[in-house]
């Protein structure tokens, strides 16, 4: 019997940006540790994983989990700092085409959803759009039982 469940995925590129960072910021002794908690089929696999490879998100978890020990503490935002810096460095060169819109609204109506491509089956969804007002997105979860480390997204 075949499952119908699909099992949530992230890309590659999510963890490499992550450890890019984390090392960029941080230092790679941070990243040494990091990843030394992990399990070491796991932070092998993370270490060795392309950019466009599918990547199970529960693993991409395990790595936001580990990062939030080693840096919550001291740095309460780092994976918004971590979410830029993977827009502005992996985002541009992967997916220049998609980024570069002219508004808002051409960028969240384009008939590729960037958050697709790097978090599968989740998506992002206009609700409504008011002129003067902005935009109403909704954010479909992957699944319910993979949350975020401290609450805070990707």
Not at 56 to 76: F, M, N, T
Request: aromatic share 8%; proline share 4%; charged share 20%.
């Amino acid at each position: 019997m075949r499952s119908t469940t699909m099992k949530a995925v992230a890309r590659g590129s999510t963890a490499k940006a992550t450890m890019q960072f984390v090392s960029t910021r941080y230092g790679a002794a941070a990243l040494d540790r990091i990843v030394s908690r992990l399990d070491p089929a796991l932070a092998n696999g993370l270490l060795r994983i392309g950019m466009t490879d599918d990547l199970p998100y529960a693993d991409l978890v395990a790595l936001w989990h580990s990062a939030d020990r080693e840096l919550g503490q001291e740095s309460p935002h780092w994976m918004e700092e971590a979410g830029a810096y993977a827009i502005e460095s992996f985002g541009q060169r992967l997916y220049r085409g998609l980024l570069q819109k002219s508004s808002p609204m051409e960028f969240v109506t384009q008939s590729v959803s960037l958050f697709r491509l790097y978090y599968s089956p989740g998506d992002i969804v206009l609700v409504k759009a008011s002129r003067g007002v902005g935009l109403e997105l909704v954010c479909r979860a992957l699944l319910a039982t993979e949350a975020e480390p401290s609450g805070r997204g990707a």
